[in-house]
């Protein structure tokens, strides 16, 4: 039998001094003042003196609390951390009706992640123009009072303004990191009551996401960007065949009905065909970018496979490098609804994707709790990711227009994200951010060299091979047989891109004759030619972990994307006597080239080798005289 809640207050006191106080299950916050809301206050007290006087105007009242809110962005910030912090405290109370006691929670491990919950909540859905309208509305009230105690309007009445409009949010947020949908040792973990399990995962690179790197995950991802779902024999549902890494089976899109409803009237399996079929046309890089998106989420919240995990559509949108618009003067702010449509259209077509695995080899526990050295070949059937909450406001029209959800795996990823059989690698954000319609090519092959830098980490080769057509493939596009220029000129553009966003560090052609294309049809033996293709220096080092982790591992072999040496120092040579000769620096040089300071130092020292497209501005740059 649960125990009754404590009468008795206790005091927790927070990193900055302040005091939670708990009377029962009911904590307040305990603020002092705070000035960086001074501004707002002021502006308070200033229209709570018009109210009284009978010269109150909403629309004008709304608009300076707003600009007063804007300034004192960083004090809202304050206040709203406090209040799921004061959220999380009460939680925990709730679940295990145990005293703190008159201790200091070490909030060091939360106030990331409380500031990161409070930027999203003033991002979404013009926020703080609804906390202007919150606090006009009750500055109103105030100035029409006869009691003269609430003039001026303090900091501190301000602060408990915003903790009282931001209370069911906070409260619904910290629900979400308490159980059942989180394990209680997530939430110690968090208030620092108990120390973080396992040894902490080494610090990500710039501007990367850790997500599946399986076989399969990889196909599916294909699967999806490529949109090769068809039709197959026996079933009415669109059909993908999945066959990398090792993995062998197939992807459907099948509603989760008919999981429920095995004996559906063969009417209504036409309609849902139908449907299914609607949503294969739609298909595209961004139910890709969607995947990936929640498979990164997942991992940076789940400690285990049976945790839940909390997904806000519009923090995709902002990993998909996506900008809302700024609020204020009268304007929205927050991402467009077609852009949050766009994620939930995806969205729905992941949770109706079936996955059914033949042959996926899986590592298990021995019975000494390590991993086995020999992997077992199973059967997976499951949904990729499973919604199982949404929130989000009601419209007119009866239906949710849903802002963040509460999501989990199904078996056929969960059994590859935690434990000994976890596999999981490094994927560039960049493959979210560039465009799916003008960055195409960029976006896939980004995702298609992350994956397989990952499936050789261990060998630490970090230069790789590629045959032409194997890039052209994992982009999904065809050679142009009449114009094969063009198909050259786009992947070349596209490595480029790639090079100068520092997703690769270089690439070269490794087996290729030029003069081949003074012939006709050229592009045929142009598609068997190689590339290589050398991984950034921050990627090296992370993987570099793996090799060094294995003590039957050869050492890692980390060779650059080189011309012979002489040549590479030949040309660095040329270049470095030529900038002196004509007094430029290196920045106008790089500027007037197109690429970083960097890099073009690296050519100056023989460290790197230019592609095409730069070898011919180069040479352009060496004949002139600067």
Known sequence: MAKAPRPDPVKIILPDGRKVVVDGTSPRVEVDRQPLLAGVATVATGLAL?????EWDADSAELSLLRALESGRDGVMEALVAVIQKNLIECYIKETHEDPGEKAIMFQRAQPMCRKMAEDMVAENAYLEKL??????????WGQEEDRDVMPVSAEMITGLISTYAEDAAQAIAELLSPPHKPLQYLEEILGIREASGAGRADLPRDMLVVLSSG?????????????????????WPTAELSRGGAKGYAQLRPAVVEQDPHLPREQVQAWAQTMWRQQSELSDIDADALDALCAIYLSQARSPDDGAVADVDEILAMRGLKPKRGG?????????????????????????????????????????????????????????IITDRMGQIRLD?????????????????????????????????????????????????????????AIARTGQFVQIYRIQTLLEAVGEDLNDRYPSKTRSRLEKALDQLLEDRVIAGWQYDRWNEAITEKRGWGADWLTATIAIEAPDELKEYYKQLAQARPDAAPPQVISVKAPAGDAEALGERIRQHRRKTGQSQLQVSEFLGIQQGYLSKLERGKAIPSPKLRSALNEWLESDG
């Open 50 to 54: 018009m109210a009284e006087q009978g």
């Open 398 to 454: 009866g239906y949710m227009d849903v802002e963040r959800f509460v999501f989990r795996p199904g078996k056929a990823f969960a059994s590859f994200l935690f434990g000994t059989g976890r596999q999981t690698g490094l994927l560039f954000q960049k493959a979210l951010q560039y465009d799916p319609y003008r960055r195409k090519w960029e976006k896939r092959l980004t995702r298609y060299v992350s994956w397989h830098w990952r």
């Open 132 to 141: 202007a309208r919150w606090i006009a509305l009750n500055v109103s009230s």
């Open 329 to 385: 003067q009268g304007r929205r702010g927050g991402y467009e609804p077609e852009q949050r449509e766009e994620i939930l259209r995806a969205l729905t077509h992941i949770q109706n994707v079936w996955l059914n695995i033949a042959e996926v080899k899986v590592y298990e526990t021995d019975p000494k709790g390590g991993k086995s050295r020999r992997p077992v070949t199973k059967t997976l059937q499951s949904r990729p990711f």
């Open 216 to 236: 399969h995950f990889q196909s599916l991802r294909e699967a999806l960007y490529k949109n090769t779902f068809r039709k197959v024999d026996g079933t009415p």
